[in-house]
């Protein structure tokens, strides 16, 4: 159809209004006719991110189930006992999906299993080739996964309990945050590299369109048919630029400028000038003390990665399977592995056989320490990624937050901490029972690919009733990596034993 002379005259005023603009800013003459046709192109779609977030240990499900109302699996609650593991992020539940019903399909009932839980291979042996789901993602995408580590394996190598991110072969992650800001964003002395990225002049300079001038071409354009008003559409979309405008602030907008990140500069001075032995014993970034910090850092960096757009795939392993940190700086005295994670439950006096199948069969004081050290990683997370990427508009996507962009996967080894569960069942201990999951939750709305705000629950078995029950019921987690990788876009990839994508949280 031929282009309606109105249009092609109002298109030509922008895209000369900005050419101009461009050249007045010092812009090339090329990057000046590029802003100028990117100007009136359609537009493009939110940038999508994924973040995997391994908690070592699993949990006391009495801490951890959360409450459905009813029948309704998106009237829930996640902050049940004061030392409720999922607690911090019940102010975010509308970005939250916590999955139950799913299982590491034939691993032993064991931490070791860490070797295979995010890529479904069922070997539990370190030397089989398996590629473990973020980097599944990354290489459907084309990009190079960050794999971030705090004291993540002992100071003398890498061993199996260690090895939780794989590409092919298992993958060592930079404990340093230091080192990997520096690497991302620049060092850290340097200063910006005085260049124009076309796209974030692009919006200073649709910006930069006033009022009136808009409202003159909205008025020229009056009458056109729906096939011919593409421009009042893409002027539509300037103004709301403009009213927002004022919150999209914050001076990272594009990122052309490395951001602040305090907390990487505390682990920079305190690392400094360390003495490191042969077998890493000396080595700040493995010694338990320094622990706590190495993690906000690492957290910190991950939050400026991901809305600077500088990492698209990304992984956090805060400790390694079976290490022993004595968490009193958490408020849980005692070494999480031995002692906090294997603390024994106990079940209620006032639970009897034909109680319901319920967490509050469950004495909630036998295992609040041990709760209380992992509501501590769901705090860190929280204060330090979900809080900030829940209020910060994207500066890649305007009218967003970065939350609504990205995906969070928070994870761990193992279920039940004590009882080293890689299934979801009922617990007995005595004549009640309590369903125990593994932990495995998603938040955010990865560019509205993801539906959530609910819990997705499958059955369970009772393995007193029938030995085999929670292996012949459970979903494979699998299949979450699978909706994982349709949601960020990663098409034609596979993993082992999946059933099918979790259609109730696949969005558009």
Same mark, same amino acid.
């Given at each position: ?204 300079? #649709?910006?930069?369109? =006033?009022? *009136? +001038?808009?409202? !003159?071409? &909205? ?6 048919? %729906? ?112 002692? #906090?994670?294997?603390? =024994?439950? *106990? +079940?209620?006096? !006032?639970? &009897? ?6 967490? %509050? ?116 987690? =699998? ?6 990788? &349709? ?22």
């Amino acid at each position: 159809m031929p282009t309606n002379p109105r249009v092609l005259r109002a298109s030509r005023r922008v895209e000369r209004r900005i050419f101009l603009k461009a050249i007045a800013l010092g812009l090339s003459l090329p990057a000046a006719a590029r802003l100028a046709r990117v100007a009136l192109a359609g537009p493009t779609a939110a940038p999508k991110r994924f973040f995997v977030f391994f908690m070592p240990h699993g949990v006391a499900p009495e801490h951890y189930n959360p409450q459905v109302s009813a029948s309704d699996s998106t009237s829930f609650a996640l902050d049940m006992t004061n030392v409720s593991i999922l607690g911090p992020l019940e102010p975010y539940k509308a970005y939250v999906n916590v999955y139950s019903g799913f299982q590491y399909v034939g691993a032993a009932q064991t931490h070791a299993g860490i070797v295979n839980c995010l890529s479904g291979i069922t070997a539990v042996d370190t030397t089989t080739s398996r590629t473990s789901v973020e980097h599944v993602i990354a290489k459907a995408l084309g990009v190079q996964p960050l794999i971030l580590g705090a004291c993540s394996h002992q100071p003398y190598g890498l061993d199996n309990n260690g090895m939780l991110f794989w590409d092919g072969t298992p993958v060592d992650p930079q404990k340093n945050p230091a080192a990997a800001a520096d690497a991302l964003f620049g060092g850290a002395s340097a200063a910006p590299a005085p260049t124009v990225d076309p796209n974030v002049q692009l919006r200073k300079d #649709l910006l930069a369109l =006033t009022a *009136s +001038e808009i409202q !003159t071409l &909205q008025t020229e354009l009056t009458g056109l048919t %729906s096939e011919q008003t593409k421009l009042q559409t893409h002027l539509a979309s300037i103004q709301s630029l403009q009213s927002g405008a004022s919150s999209m602030g914050s001076g990272q907008a594009g990122c052309t400028a490395r951001p602040s990140m305090p907390t990487v500069e505390m682990v920079r001075a305190a690392s400094a000038g360390q003495v490191i032995n042969s077998s890493g014993g000396n080595d700040y970034f493995y010694q338990a003390t320094n622990f706590p910090l190495l993690l906000q850092a690492q957290l910190e960096l991950v939050t400026q990665a991901i809305i600077c757009n500088a990492a698209q795939v990304i992984g956090l392993m805060p400790m390694y399977a079976t290490s022993d940190f004595d968490f009193t700086f958490a408020g849980a005295p005692g070494s999480h592995h031995s002692t #906090l994670s294997h603390t =024994t439950p *106990s +079940e209620l006096p !006032t639970a &009897q056989y034909n109680s319901p199948n319920s967490i %509050s069969n469950y004495d909630p004081n036998a295992r609040a320490a041990f709760a209380t050290a992992q509501r501590w990683f769901t705090q860190q997370l929280v204060t330090k990624v979900v809080s900030i990427l829940a209020t910060t508009d994207d500066p890649a996507a305007p009218g967003t937050k970065v939350l609504d962009n990205t995906l969070i996967y928070w994870m761990s080894e193992i279920g039940d901490g004590a009882e080293h569960t890689r299934v979801s069942e009922l617990e007995r201990l005595g004549p009640a029972a309590m369903p125990s999951f593994l932990p495995l939750v998603t938040i955010g709305k990865c560019g509205g690919a993801i539906k959530s705000g609910q819990v997705v629950q499958y059955a369970i078995g009772d393995p007193n009733v029938t030995a085999s029950a929670p292996t012949t019921v459970n979903r494979p987690a =699998t299949d979450l990596y699978l909706t994982f990788a &349709q949601a960020m876009g990663a098409t034609g990839v596979t993993f082992p034993g999946t059933t099918g994508p979790v259609t109730e949280v696949l969005g558009t």
